[in-house]
T-cell receptor
Framework: DAGVIQSPRHEVTEMGQEVTLRCKPI?????LFWYRQTMMRGLELLIY????????DSGMPEDRFSAKMPNASFSTLKIQPSEPRDSAVYFC?????????????FGPGTRLTVT | GEDVEQSLFLSVREGDSSVINCTYT??????LYWYKQEPGAGLQLLTY?????DMKQDQRLTVLLNKKDKHLSLRIADTQTGDSAIYFC??????????FGRGTSLIVHP
């Protein structure tokens, strides 16, 4: 299996622009997670989906952030408008509900820089 | 909710043992995990322990769990420069979604 695929790997954009991050989970996994990693705050869970349905979006920082999962093999995280404080590494992870132990498989991340 | 704490940095000499410590708050946590993040990569599961175990050994890795104190540790024997990475402790309970600590940066110097 190719693992979790994220694109782009690096994104540099100007403040105010829209940013869309993409994720393809591992085939057969039915849970998908979006995380943000910064030096200041560590690894933060933004939102997770189960069977394509958003279950918990309490970690989404504000309305500028939105996430969708239109089907089992694709998810997007959108920031509109972007701000410099959104600069971080964004990870997508997928897992199989009910697996023991419950292992999350992480993608390589998207490094976002907002200038 | 669950809170997982770990120190941010650990520096060791090559060949020595490394011990990374972690505490968690939810006594109902059933699985405790250690993930490893190498530079420029995502997290990868390194090892895990079920809450009814006290110790788990896997080659150079030893995981110790003290349920009473809600304390988890990861010992890496004969630490090598390739072990330099960020190590994340995580705990999961009834919700099965793990809560991650902030990660401990392990620096191995010659």
């Amino acid at each position: 299996d190719a693992g979790v695929i994220q694109s782009p790997r690096h994104e540099v954009t100007e403040m105010g622009q829209e940013v869309t991050l993409r994720c393809k989970p591992i085939s057969g996994h039915n849970s998908l997670f979006w995380y943000r990693q910064t030096m200041m705050r560590g690894l933060e869970l933004l939102i997770y989906f189960n069977n394509n349905v958003p279950i918990d979006d309490s970690g989404m920082p504000e309305d500028r952030f939105s996430a969708k999962m239109p089907n089992a093999s694709f998810s997007t995280l959108k920031i509109q408008p972007s701000e410099p404080r959104d600069s971080a590494v964004y990870f997508c992870a997928s897992s199989k509900e009910g697996a023991t132990p419950y292992e999350q498989y992480f993608g390589p991340g998207t490094r976002l820089t907002v200038t | 909710g669950e809170d997982v704490e770990q120190s941010l940095f650990l520096s060791v000499r090559e060949g020595d043992s490394s011990v990374i410590n972690c505490t968690y708050t939810d006594s109902s946590s059933t699985y405790l995990y250690w993930y490893k993040q190498e530079p420029g990569a995502g997290l990868q599961l390194l090892t895990y322990i079920f809450s009814n175990m006290d110790m788990k050994q896997d080659q150079r890795l030893t995981v110790l769990l003290n349920k009473k104190d809600k304390h988890l540790s990861l010992r890496i024997a004969d630490t090598q420069t390739g072990d330099s990475a960020i190590y994340f402790c995580a705990a999961s309970g009834g919700s099965y979604i793990p809560t991650f600590g902030r990660g401990t940066s392990l620096i191995v110097h010659p």
